[in-house]
Nanobody, 116 residues
Framework: QIQLVESGGGLVQPGGSLNLSCAASGFAFNRYPMFWYRQAPGKERDLIAAITSDGSSTTYEDPVKGRFTMSRDNVKNTVYLQMNRLEAEDTAVYYC?????????WGQGTQVTVSS
């Protein structure tokens, strides 16, 4: 069974940083691209970052570009999202995602709240 478990969220002041982790199991982690999504209250769940299976390339959506960095450790089967210069608009539940045999798998999400 595929499991994705996010952690590392919390309350942070504007301008602060957080590092999210997603521990993956149940599939060949090193063969699959991984994704981070987020969902703010009342909003759709949006893709914000993606990484290739070997971690050699990443892509970011405009709202987080230059502030967030996605990485992965294929020995630990873990994907990370380093978030810097956080803004109030970054407040959301952050989800790890993998596309596996035409299905989307999600973690439980981790709450990030940016507030002064």
């Amino acid at each position: 069974q595929i499991q994705l478990v996010e952690s590392g969220g919390g309350l942070v002041q504007p301008g602060g940083s957080l590092n999210l982790s997603c521990a993956a199991s149940g599939f060949a982690f090193n063969r699959y691209p991984m994704f981070w999504y987020r969902q703010a209250p009342g909003k759709e769940r949006d893709l914000i970052a993606a990484i290739t299976s070997d971690g050699s390339s990443t892509t970011y959506e405009d709202p987080v570009k230059g502030r967030f960095t996605m990485s992965r450790d294929n020995v630990k089967n873990t994907v990370y999202l380093q978030m810097n210069r956080l803004e109030a608009e970054d407040t959301a539940v952050y989800y790890c995602n993998v596309h596996y045999f035409r299905k989307n798998y999600w973690g439980q999400g981790t709450q990030v709240t940016v507030s002064s």
